[in-house]
């Protein structure tokens, strides 16, 4: 057991707010950029063990130690857990601002905040950092600063001036926050189960779990749990307890370039952006990047230099094995390469653990590789690791969006042979009536649409532009990017590692968005400006010549059918008992189904089946 300490017991007054000592454990990490944070805001006062408790429950986003503040009224309070990546001598937050006596509690990194305040003329002293700077912009400019941080948050801020509740969440979702409101109580947090410390959660089944895998915008399988969009903020009212929640951000066709520019002025402005936003998250911290064998990854290893690479390997599964291809690079660029083998016993040993982590079930086939590369790097003594998640989005890297964009010639490419199942979707969602919306969103299913609520947010993007490669790109953020960034929060947070993804640097999503079509591609070979910086930064051809996209997913779907299909088959009885809802038992029939080894249905099946036993006791 690890020794505690406690804080100085005396109790710290500012206009209004109060500073109350918790214990804090020193693991000797050291810095304070990804943490967990919480809080309550009621009608009586919150108890301070309540808040104690639901900093607990989240300990693994901060190991180095919790605090709390709560008003002088105790109607509402501030938790935060600490991650010390570079200072051994930081302490957790919250923060608080003597000037406004306003106090914040932060999750993430602002990574240009020394250029804001040089800008703003915001002094720091020695030993502050960017929350300090939050608290100053935000006291100066209110929620007009958040457009001009350069990074990943998730944040609440308490205001004493007007008594508000204040939280933000990043462009993309890096970051995650839940909240929870009732008549008396509004509570938030970084994950789900530290909310179970605040109120009592009521799960149910989500019905986008049937069409896409995973629930849509704020929806989460909890009844009166929302997810807090990306690019959005909610103000709580401390004595009303009225929520107002307001969009900050969104992505816009905002661009210097069209197709009739030359490509490589475009070219040029992508290289340069990209560069200096992979610069501008370097740390000196002990980090490592996640290698896939793939494109993005191999962009970043070459950028980056890292001096220790992590991948996955499946020995006898070739369509998942990348490892020569990683290997070659970290040879090129003289990393050391660390490799993981999972095999069928460590994921039947871990899917239960793994679920857990996440909260609830998500669409993601690479849960177990990521689960596995996190715990490799946390044994290693890495801090931060890297990972390449955006271009597929942003520059239309998926099979499917071929299939869209390109119809009858990707199905006939023999490169994309491996995909004859999406293929065939695509040709039964061909008519002469359909749109392209329509086409597009009968080749994201997984399931029936039982709500109609996919088929909207589909159709809902592809109103909002005219270019269809840019609602292609809308529906992939909206519908399959928020699974991936919580499963990658959520996975190296349950190591203490902070998660780092270059590629969401929202003015190189920006300007990769705006690009005309002719721009993102050459023929059927997709993510063209990125392909075109990988040659000329060096990066083998045998990376930025291919076609097919293989990323960190992994055997589990022909595991789960061959030598774990009895073990599957116990977990999936709990979502056929009778007092199950139809929905679950949709979902166990979907799972049921032998589809070919790509598919994830039986994945996504054995989750909800998992998260159903834990949440009803009746596994």
């Given at each position: 057991m690890r020794p505690t300490r406690r804080l100085a017991s005396a109790r710290v007054r500012h206009r209004g707010l109060i500073r109350r000592p918790f214990e804090v454990t020193p693991y000797g990490r050291g810095g304070n950029d990804v943490c967990g944070i919480a809080g309550i805001a009621a009608r009586s006062p919150v108890a301070a063990d309540r808040l104690a408790d639901m900093a607990r429950r989240q300990a693994h986003r901060g190991p180095d130690g919790f605090d709390l503040r709560l008003t002088a009224d105790g109607r509402a309070g501030l938790a935060m857990n600490l991650l010390a990546v570079l200072d051994p001598t930081a302490r957790p937050g919250p923060y608080e601002d003597p000037s406004t006596g306003m106090v914040l509690t932060f999750n993430g990194e602002i990574y240009n905040y020394r250029e804001l305040a040089d800008r703003w003329g915001i002094a720091l002293r020695a030993g502050e950092t960017d929350a300090h700077l939050m608290l100053r912009a935000y006291a100066r400019f209110g929620s007009d600063c958040l457009a001009h941080f350069d990074g990943m948050f998730a944040l609440a801020l308490l205001d004493p001036r007007n008594r508000r509740l204040f939280l933000a969440r990043d462009r993309f979702g890096e970051k995650p926050l839940y909240y929870t409101a009732t008549r008396?109580?509004?509570?938030?947090?970084?994950?789900?189960?530290?909310?179970?410390?605040?109120?009592?959660?009521?799960?149910?089944?989500?019905a986008e779990w049937l069409a896409v895998e995973n629930p849509l915008g704020s929806m989460t399988p909890y009844e009166d749990v929302e997810l807090l969009e990306p690019g959005h903020h909610v103000t709580v009212d401390l004595d009303s307890l009225s929520v107002t929640k307001q969009a900050w951000w969104t992505l816009e066709p905002r661009s210097e370039f069209d197709e009739a520019d030359d490509y490589a002025q475009s070219y040029k402005a992508f290289a340069h952006q990209?560069?200096?936003a992979v610069e501008l998250r370097r740390t000196d911290a002990p980090s490592a990047l996640m290698a896939s064998g793939g494109l993005d990854s191999a962009v970043l290893a070459y950028l980056l230099r890292p001096s220790v690479m992590l991948t996955a390997r499946y020995p006898g599964y070739q369509r998942y094995d990348e490892f020569d291809l990683a290997k070659q690079v970290a040879d090129e660029i003289g990393a050391e390469l660390i490799a993981v083998e999972p095999t069928p016993e460590d994921f039947r040993r871990h899917a239960a653990d793994i679920v857990e982590?996440?909260?609830?079930?998500?669409g993601n086939a690479s849960l177990l590789s990521e689960r596995m590369l996190c715990a490799a790097a946390a044994e290693r003594g890495v801090k931060v690791v890297y990972g390449g998640t955006g271009p597929d989005e942003l520059l239309l890297g998926y099979v499917r969006?071929?299939?869209?964009?390109?119809?009858?010639?990707?199905?006939?490419?023999?490169?994309?042979?491996?995909?004859?199942?999406?293929?065939?979707?695509?040709?039964?969602?061909?008519?002469?009536?359909?749109?392209?919306?329509?086409?597009?969103?009968?080749?994201?299913?997984?399931?029936p649409d039982t709500t109609g609520r996919t088929?909207?947010?589909?159709?809902?993007?592809?109103?909002?532009?005219?270019?269809?490669?840019?609602?292609?790109s809308l529906v992939e953020i909206g519908v399959a990017l928020p699974s991936m960034l919580l499963a990658s929060d959520k996975l190296a947070s349950a190591y203490g590692l902070e998660r780092r993804s270059p590629y969401l640097a929202h003015e190189w999503a920006q300007l990769c968005y705006a690009l005309p079509l002719a721009h993102k591609r050459a023929g059927l070979q997709s993510k063209r400006p990125l392909r075109d910086f990988a040659r000329e930064l060096g990066v083998p051809a045998a990376i930025w010549s291919r076609v097919?996209?293989?990323?960190?997913?992994?055997?589990?779907?022909?595991?789960?059918?061959?030598?774990?299909?009895?073990?599957?088959?116990?977990?999936?009885?709990?979502?056929?008992?009778?007092?199950?809802?139809?929905?679950?038992?949709?979902?166990?029939?979907?799972?049921?189904?032998?589809?070919?080894?790509?598919?994830?249905?039986?994945?996504h099946a054995l989750q909800v089946a998992l998260w159903w036993s834990r949440e009803t006791g009746k596994g």
């Amino acid at each position: 057991m690890r020794p505690t300490r406690r804080l100085a017991s005396a109790r710290v007054r500012h206009r209004g707010l109060i500073r109350r000592p918790f214990e804090v454990t020193p693991y000797g990490r050291g810095g304070n950029d990804v943490c967990g944070i919480a809080g309550i805001a009621a009608r009586s006062p919150v108890a301070a063990d309540r808040l104690a408790d639901m900093a607990r429950r989240q300990a693994h986003r901060g190991p180095d130690g919790f605090d709390l503040r709560l008003t002088a009224d105790g109607r509402a309070g501030l938790a935060m857990n600490l991650l010390a990546v570079l200072d051994p001598t930081a302490r957790p937050g919250p923060y608080e601002d003597p000037s406004t006596g306003m106090v914040l509690t932060f999750n993430g990194e602002i990574y240009n905040y020394r250029e804001l305040a040089d800008r703003w003329g915001i002094a720091l002293r020695a030993g502050e950092t960017d929350a300090h700077l939050m608290l100053r912009a935000y006291a100066r400019f209110g929620s007009d600063c958040l457009a001009h941080f350069d990074g990943m948050f998730a944040l609440a801020l308490l205001d004493p001036r007007n008594r508000r509740l204040f939280l933000a969440r990043d462009r993309f979702g890096e970051k995650p926050l839940y909240y929870t409101a009732t008549r008396d109580t509004f509570a938030f947090a970084s994950e789900v189960k530290a909310l179970r410390a605040a109120v009592p959660l009521r799960p149910r089944f989500v019905a986008e779990w049937l069409a896409v895998e995973n629930p849509l915008g704020s929806m989460t399988p909890y009844e009166d749990v929302e997810l807090l969009e990306p690019g959005h903020h909610v103000t709580v009212d401390l004595d009303s307890l009225s929520v107002t929640k307001q969009a900050w951000w969104t992505l816009e066709p905002r661009s210097e370039f069209d197709e009739a520019d030359d490509y490589a002025q475009s070219y040029k402005a992508f290289a340069h952006q990209l560069t200096a936003a992979v610069e501008l998250r370097r740390t000196d911290a002990p980090s490592a990047l996640m290698a896939s064998g793939g494109l993005d990854s191999a962009v970043l290893a070459y950028l980056l230099r890292p001096s220790v690479m992590l991948t996955a390997r499946y020995p006898g599964y070739q369509r998942y094995d990348e490892f020569d291809l990683a290997k070659q690079v970290a040879d090129e660029i003289g990393a050391e390469l660390i490799a993981v083998e999972p095999t069928p016993e460590d994921f039947r040993r871990h899917a239960a653990d793994i679920v857990e982590t996440l909260d609830y079930p998500l669409g993601n086939a690479s849960l177990l590789s990521e689960r596995m590369l996190c715990a490799a790097a946390a044994e290693r003594g890495v801090k931060v690791v890297y990972g390449g998640t955006g271009p597929d989005e942003l520059l239309l890297g998926y099979v499917r969006n071929l299939l869209a964009l390109d119809g009858g010639r990707a199905v006939d490419d023999p490169n994309l042979d491996t995909y004859g199942p999406l293929k065939e979707k695509f040709l039964g969602s061909v008519g002469p009536s359909s749109s392209a919306a329509d086409r597009y969103y009968r080749l994201i299913l997984r399931g029936p649409d039982t709500t109609g609520r996919t088929r909207q947010y589909v159709h809902g993007c592809f109103d909002r532009t005219p270019d269809l490669g840019q609602a292609i790109s809308l529906v992939e953020i909206g519908v399959a990017l928020p699974s991936m960034l919580l499963a990658s929060d959520k996975l190296a947070s349950a190591y203490g590692l902070e998660r780092r993804s270059p590629y969401l640097a929202h003015e190189w999503a920006q300007l990769c968005y705006a690009l005309p079509l002719a721009h993102k591609r050459a023929g059927l070979q997709s993510k063209r400006p990125l392909r075109d910086f990988a040659r000329e930064l060096g990066v083998p051809a045998a990376i930025w010549s291919r076609v097919d996209k293989r990323g960190f997913a992994s055997p589990v779907p022909s595991w789960l059918s061959g030598s774990l299909a009895p073990w599957y088959e116990e977990q999936l009885r709990v979502l056929r008992r009778p007092d199950a809802p139809r929905t679950a038992s949709m979902i166990a029939d979907l799972g049921a189904r032998r589809a070919g080894q790509y598919d994830r249905s039986r994945l996504h099946a054995l989750q909800v089946a998992l998260w159903w036993s834990r949440e009803t006791g009746k596994g």
